[in-house]
């Protein structure tokens, strides 16, 4: 791994990411399922990642176009779900990201959003990775449950040679037989090896899919001790997905934080950092 490729620093919005920067949160809702329940969360999300010294991006989506169900919620959809998040941006005032399903979307997301993210079970798809390079904003590109970590390499240069270096890259468990994930530590200093800021998606990697049948289930009980591990593997950032009432979430309840846990976690992954920071300089 260069020593250039672990200084890199991407924008987030209003502040910078990976580094030698503080770890960041991403959170937020799964889905948009309604302006009070988005801008209720995004303040008490704010608060609490200000209490314990996270620099804080809201997400939530305006469509869930890969649902397990034709019958599941998808979400407001765009015009509505960029008119909420920004909002958002105006009242809360944090930066804001989204993720996007088509070449048609990108542009008119990209007016309003900070950082535009490429869904996993996408994140091969050329023409999307252009189109958002093309943006000018960061693009967070998570991983796809298919791919191993070195694989990513094509995705970053699809995205450099597309003209953009801001460039994120998202962990979030691959697959480990039917209906089940797994995580492996040593996929985060791969992918810092790419060069560029690493999140670890703590939420979708405790994803059982498809495991409720017409929707996906999850191992809640698993979300801290894997941020755990992640926070002492030296990720940049964490993205969770936070809701008020997860059992009542219209969309990935079973993997999502309940609001009123997420201090303490943060604050428990806060002291890991302080201690193991961005990793090891330790090369045996």
Partial sequence: MEKDAM????????????????????????????EQIVLDTAFQLAEIAQSVGFP????????????????????????????????V?????????????????????????????IP???????????????????????????????DMSNVVKKLEESGTRRIVLTERGFSFGYNN?????????????????VIFDVTHSVQLPGGGGTHSSGQREFIAPLARAAAA?????????????????????????????LKALLEELKQICQVSGKGSNVTL
């Avoid at 890199?8 to 399922?33: K, S, T, W, Y």
């Avoid at 990201?97 to 088509?102: E, Q, R, Y």
Wanted: net charge neutral.
């Fill in 181 to 197: 994930l797994a995580v492996d530590m040593r996929a985060l200093p791969v992918l810092k090896g790419l060069g560029y800021p």
């Fill in 233 to 261: 593997a030296g990720c940049d950032g964490f993205f969770m997905e936070v809701h008020p009432n997860p059992d009542k979430a219209l969309s990935d309840g079973p993997t999502m934080v309940p609001l009123n846990k």
């Fill in 56 to 87: 804080y991006l809201f997400k939530s989506s305006y469509d869930k176009a890969n649902r397990s169900s034709i019958h599941s919620y998808r979400g407001p959809g765009i015009q509505e779900g960029l008119t909420i998040l920004q909002k």
């Fill in 120 to 150: 996993a079970f996408l994140c091969r798809q050329t023409d999307l990775l252009v189109a958002a390079a093309e943006t000018g904003k960061t693009v967070n590109v998570k991983k796809g449950q298919f791919l191993s970590p070195w």
């Fill in 7 to 34: 200084m890199r620093e991407v924008p987030l919005g209003d502040f910078p990411g990976g580094g030698a920067q503080p770890h960041f949160l991403i959170a937020g809702p799964c889905v948009i399922e309604s």
């Fill in 89 to 117: 941006k105006e009242r809360v005032g944090v930066p804001v990201l989204t993720d996007i399903h088509s070449v048609e979307e990108v542009r008119q997301a990209a007016q309003v959003v900070d950082v535009v993210q």
